[in-house]
Structure formats: structure tokens, C-alpha cells
DNA sequence: AGCATATGGTTGATATTGTCAACCATCTAG
DNA sequence: CTAGATGGTTGACAATATCAACCATATGCT
């Protein structure tokens, strides 16, 4: 086979892939790039737009839009920030906690697929691989 | 830290930044997708359009439009298939093997950048494991 | 207080990537 | 020789990502 880099693209298509079909299955339309968002507010209740663009390494304008969405869609909530009023809090709705809990499930069963051919071992062993690796890269940014 | 699923998307994300920052500083401008079929087309010459959307997971629409345009940069040659005049193989042209060289470089770059952190026999296993879990996601297609 | 600068967020423009379906020409099996 | 499968093309479009300009507010400095 080749490069780590072009397994990990295999990967990461495959998952996707799978993830949106069982999305599909669940009744569940909204695009992945809006149920990440989702999960990360659910993750961490009451998150600003901008701690959601750096966890998920997204762009500020695209956290924007997809929170617009989820608001418009009745997913989440915007709250004021007691002594910023530029910035806001975010939080997910009752609407949003149900499908929250779905996307949980679902998410739960796509990672189950994943590592199913793994050991627990190999399992936990790979999660912190992976993040040591993003840790690898991401560290090149500093020096340039 | 979450799921296996968030994990991936972080690194492959990281991943793709580091290879695209790379590129852009040695004055390559094709964007990876056609970059990664270019890969394809060297590691096998003489390939099908059709073998390479198998082996990158991807529409084969969407090769149909980056080998035109690689074909029109000069990068690659279409060969009529002897037998199956609909079919064509692809191969690098003289120009293409050069900047596929290059490409080589800076990717074996970033791949080691990535594993940089891991003992050799956890970065050959964690290549493994990609594979093996790719495979089993993809299984699941073949039981609906 | 008054200023420069940094920050959270919004917006617009645009490029890249991925998906779906219809379609043509050819091939292959029966 | 016909029916269906296959390689490839095309069109339309959804999803994802990037960049830069911009507003309003906050913060640090003097």
C-alpha cells in the first residue's frame, strides 16, 4: 500500500461516507460540517463561536453560517456573554439535546465499525496516535 | 478528548494544511486532488480513469475532469487501450514525472513530519491499522 | 480620558471537493 | 443480434474550505 498520508485519506472517506448513510437511515439531513458544530456545543454547553472554529479547526466564517443554520433550524441557542457583548454563548435547545442524543448513538456506532477489527488496546493505542500526530503537525506552524 | 471519528478529522485536516503549505512554498498550484491522481497515475502507469476513482474512493466523474485538466497542463498522456476503444491508459508525460518526483519529496516530508513523534514499529502499525479499519468500514457497504 | 491595537463575529467572494443522475459509445454474454 | 454491463463524459449541484475586508466592542497604554 502506500503513503500514511494517502491511508488517511481512505480513511477519513470511508468514514465519512458511512457516518452520512447511517444519518440518512436515522431521518437525519443536515450536513456533517453542521452536526460537528452541534456536537461540539453540545460537548461544551455555553462554547463561543470562536473556541468551536479552533477545536474543530474550521474558519470563523464558516462557524458563522453553520450556528445561523442550527439557529434557524431551532438546534441552538444564543446567549449574551455577561461582559463581552460582542461575543455570545452558545447552547443547544431541547430540540437540539434530542437530536444530539441521536448523533451521539450514531457516532457511537460508526467508531464501533471502525475499530472493530481492532483490540481495545490497538483502539485506545490509535486515538492517541492520531493526536500526537495533529499535535506533530500543527507544531511546524510556529516556526516559520 | 472525543471520539475516534473527531480525531481523524482533526489529524487529516492538519494533514492536509502541512501538504498544501509545502506545495504552495515549492511554487506548486495544482490542488490536491489533482495532485493525488498525478500519485496515482506514477505509482501505475498505464492506469484506467476508472482504476484510479477505485483506488481514491472518488466519483469518477470528478477524475474525468482533473485528468482533462492534467492532460491539458501537459502533465499527462492518454494512450488508447488496445483492445477497448473507450478505454484509455494514462501515464506521465516527461513533464509529469518531473513534478511527480518533486510531489514525491514533499510528501515523504510531510509523512515523516507526521509520524515524527512515533517509535518506527508504532508508525508502520498505525499505517496497518488505517487499512484495516478503511477495510472494515467499507465492508458494511456489501450488508445493507 | 483618548488613542492604538487586538479580538469576536459577520459578510462576500471564491476555490476545492464530493455526489448524483443522465447519457453515449462500446463491449460482452447469451 | 439483442440486452445488459461497463468506461467514460457531462451537467447540476451540495458541501467544505479559504481569504480578506469589515463592524463593533474590548483592552492596554499613556
Known sequence: MSSAGNAL??????YKRVLRERYMAAGIILPLSHLRVLGEIGRHEGVMAREIAAALLQDKG????????LEREGLIERHPHPTDSRAAHLALSANG???RERIKTIEKACDAQMVAAL????ADAFIDTV???T?????????P
Open 9 to 14: 485519506f481512505g480513511l477519513l472517506h470511508a
Open 62 to 69: 464558516l462557524i458563522t453560517r453553520v450556528t445561523r443554520e
Open 97 to 99: 439535546r434530542a437530536l
Open 119 to 122: 483490540s481495545t488496546d490497538q
Open 131 to 133: 493526536n500526537a500526530m
Open 135 to 143: 499535535e506533530q503537525l500543527d507544531r511546524e506552524q510556529e516556526t
